[in-house]
C-alpha cells in the first residue's frame, strides 16, 4: 500500500509561482508512474501532469503545458509539480497520484493511490 501526502498549496496573485510536492510511504514508487491532477469547484476532475518512473517522460495538459514542470526523485520518493505563470483558472485541489504501471497514464482511472489533496488559490 502507497500513502500520498501533498504540500506546498496556498494563495498566490496571478502571475506567480508555487511548487507543490508529493511525499510517499509506504513503500518505494520508483517503479510506478506519478502524476498530478486537479478538481476546480464545481467541475470534473482533470490532468494536469504526468511522468514515467525513471522520470525521462513527462505529459501536460494543454493548459498548462509551458508553465507547469513535474519532476521526480526516486531515491526522496517525492514528485514534484513547479506552477509558474499562475492564473485564476488554476485555482483547484491539486492531487497527487500513483499507478502500478511505469509509463505515463493521463486517465485518472489508470491510477491505484491518491493523495488528499493540497488547495491551490490564484487570486487576480
Known amino acids: 500500500q502507497v500513502q500520498l501526502v501533498e504540500s506546498g498549496g496556498g494563495l498566490v496573485q496571478a502571475g506567480g509561482s508555487l511548487r507543490l510536492s508529493c511525499a510517499a510511504s509506504g513503500r518505494t514508487v520508483g517503479s510506478n508512474a506519478m502524476g498530478w491532477f486537479r478538481q476546480a469547484p464545481g467541475k470534473e476532475r482533470e490532468f494536469v501532469a504526468a511522468i514515467n518512473w525513471r522520470g525521462t517522460s513527462t505529459a501536460y495538459a494543454d493548459s498548462v503545458k509551458g508553465r507547469f514542470t513535474i519532476s521526480r526523485d526516486n531515491a526522496k520518493n517525492t514528485v514534484s509539480l513547479q506552477m509558474n505563470s499562475l492564473k485564476p483558472d488554476d485555482t483547484a485541489v491539486y492531487y497527487c497520484?500513483?499507478?502500478?504501471?511505469?509509463?505515463?497514464?493521463?486517465?485518472?482511472?489508470?491510477?491505484?493511490?491518491w493523495g488528499q489533496g493540497t488547495q491551490v488559490t490564484v487570486s487576480s
Open positions: 497520484a500513483a499507478t502500478r504501471m511505469g509509463s505515463n497514464r493521463t486517465m485518472g482511472h489508470e491510477y491505484d493511490y
